[in-house]
C-alpha cells in the first residue's frame, strides 16, 4: 500500500470516528431532549458515513477486485436518520418531554396525533 | 408499456441495489436484479399511490450539490456547539410555512431539513401549511425561515412541481 | 500509521458507546432512552466496519447491514408504540 493512500485512510477513519464521539458527547452532555437529538442524527450519521467509505476504498486498494457495498449503509443511515429523529421528536412532543423553550401551540400537537389513514410523513 | 413496466425506476433502483448486495457485477446478477427489480414493484404499487414526475433534472442536480455541501458543513456547526458551552445555546421551536402540494415534495423539504445546519422536522401541521422545526441555536427566527424558504423548498417546488 | 489511526478510532468510538450506555441508562424521558439505543446501533456499526478493516476481512459487513436495517426498524416501532400506544394497528 502506498503512503498517499495510507494518509487518505487514516484521515477518514479519524475524522470519521471523531465526528462519532462528537455525536454520542452530545447526546451525553446537552440539556434538553429537543437539542440532544441534533447530536446523532447529524454528527453519528456523517462519522460513521465516513468509515464506511474508508472500509469501501481499503477493501477495493486490497486486491480482489471493486468493494462498494459499503455505499449501500452509508446511503441508507443518510435515508433513514432523518426518519428516526422526526419520529422521535414526534413522539417527544406527543408525551410532552421538558424543554428549555415553551412547548409550540398544543393544538397543533394533538390535532396531529390522532388516527389518520394515510400521512406520508409518518 | 405501463402495465408491463410500472415503475422504470424503481426497477433500476432495485438492481442496482441487488448488484451492491452481492457486490459483483457478473452477467448473471445483473439479470437477476433486473428481473427482481422488474418483479418487486407489481407488489409495491400500492405504496406508489401517485406518479412521480422531475420536470427539472438539472436543478435536481443542482439541489444535490448544495444538499451535500450542506450536510458537511452542518455537522462541523453542530460539532463547534456542541464542543462549546451548552449554556449557550438558543433552541428554539419554529413554524415554519410550506406551500408545497405533493406529499413526496414536503416528505424530502422534511428529511432535508434534518441532515443541515441545527434544524429538525418535527411535526406536519394537519392541513399540510406548515412544519414546525426545532433549531439548535437560532439568532432571528425570520432569517431562518427565509434560508429553508429559498435554499430548499424553491428549488423542491421547481423540480417536482411546476 | 493506519494501525495507530485504527486504535485511536477504536478507542473514540468505544467511549462513544459509553457515553450512549450512560445516557441510556440515566434517562430520564423515555424518548431520550430510545434515541440512545438508536445511537448505539448506529457505533456499533462504526465499531464493526473498524473490526473488519483490522482483521482484514469483509465478513462483518452483512452483520453492520443488518444491525443497520433492524435498528431502523426497531427505533420506529418504538416510536409508533410511544405514539399510537399499539404498533401495528
Known sequence: MNIALEILLSVLIITGALFTFIGSLGLARLRDFYTRLHGPTKGTTLGVGCLLIASSIFFSTQGDGFSIHEILITFFLFITAPISAHLLAKSALHLKVDSLVPLPDEAIARKNSQHKPYQSLD | ?162 | MMEIAIHIAFILVSAALALNAWRLLKGPSTPDRILALDTLYINTIALLVLFGIHINSMVYFEAALLIALMGFVGTIAMCKYLLRGDIIE
Not at chain 2, 73 to 87: D, Q, S
Open chain 2, 1 to 162: 408499456m405501463q402495465r408491463l413496466l410500472p415503475h422504470p425506476l424503481l426497477t433500476i433502483i432495485l438492481a442496482i441495489i441487488w448488484l451492491l448486495l452481492n457486490n459483483s457485477i457478473a452477467p448473471g446478477q445483473i439479470t437477476l436484479g433486473l428481473l427482481l427489480g422488474w418483479a418487486i414493484p407489481f407488489f409495491a404499487l400500492q405504496f406508489w399511490p401517485t406518479k412521480l414526475k422531475v420536470h427539472k433534472p438539472l436543478t435536481l442536480l443542482k439541489f444535490s450539490y448544495i444538499l451535500l455541501y450542506d450536510i458537511i458543513e452542518a455537522n462541523f456547526i453542530v460539532a463547534l456547539r456542541i464542543l462549546g458551552k451548552p449554556e449557550k445555546l438558543r433552541p428554539a421551536f419554529i413554524v415554519v410555512p410550506i406551500d408545497l402540494n405533493s406529499d413526496f415534495a414536503m416528505s424530502i423539504l422534511a428529511n432535508t431539513s434534518c441532515l443541515t445546519p441545527g434544524s429538525l422536522s418535527a411535526l406536519l401541521a394537519p392541513d399540510r401549511k406548515s412544519i414546525l422545526m426545532h433549531a439548535m441555536d437560532v439568532e432571528d427566527v425570520d432569517v431562518f425561515i427565509h434560508t429553508i424558504k429559498t435554499r430548499y423548498e424553491q428549488p423542491l417546488k421547481e423540480i417536482f412541481e411546476e
